[in-house]
Structure formats: C-alpha cells, structure tokens
Nanobody
C-alpha cells in the first residue's frame, strides 16, 4: 500500500512563509522523483517543483522561482517545500507526487497524496 501524507498547510499572511512536508511509505523512496503540484479553484493542476531521486536536480515553475525551495531527506522518506514571500495567488491545494525514476528516465508511474490547503490572505 502506497501512501503519501502531506502536512504543514494552513493560513498565512502575504509575505509570510510555510514549509510543507510529504512523508512516503510503501515505495522505495530513493527510486522516485518527487514533485509538488497545486490546484486553485477554477484552475488546472499546476506543477510547482520537482526534485530528482538523488536530489541532484531541481526544477521550478516560473511563478515560484526564487521564492520556493524543494528538498528531500531520503533517510526519512520525506520531501519538503519551503515557501517564502507568499502571495495571495499561491492559494491552492498542494499535492505531493511520487514518480518512478529509472536512472535518468522519468516514467509515468505516479502516486498522489490527498493534498493540503494553503491559504495566503490578509
């Protein structure tokens, strides 16, 4: 049974910070690239950030570059998203995703968490 459990969401003021965590079980965590997605009402699901299985490479959506940082701790089977300088447009449900990685090849085998709500409002 694969489980991805997100935590750390909540209400924060513009300019504030949050750190999201996603704890994985039921997979060989070090074989999976990890990503954070988000979806706001009326919008399509958006890829926010990705980190490769070893943590050697990261990628970010243009809208969050310079503000968000993705990281992972393979010993703890956990991926993080540090979110700084938050804006109201960052408000969304944030989802954790695990993507099976064979060497440098990204497969389409994916698992999803339930999501955690992030609300940025004054």
């Amino acid at each position: 049974q694969v489980q991805l459990v997100e935590s750390g969401g909540g209400l924060v003021q513009p300019g504030g910070s949050l750190r999201l965590s996603c704890a994985a079980s039921g997979i060989t965590f070090s074989s999976y690239a990890m990503s954070w997605y988000r979806q706001a009402p009326g919008n399509e699901r958006e890829l926010v950030a990705t980190i490769t299985s070893t943590g050697g490479r990261t990628n970010y959506a243009d809208s969050v570059k310079g503000r968000f940082t993705i990281s992972r701790d393979n010993a703890k089977n956990t991926v993080y998203l540090q979110m700084n300088s938050l804006k109201p447009e960052d408000t969304a449900v944030y989802y954790c995703n695990a993507q099976f990685q064979r060497g440098t090849y990204m497969t389409q085998i994916r698992y999803w968490g339930q999501g955690t709500q992030v609300t940025v409002s004054s």
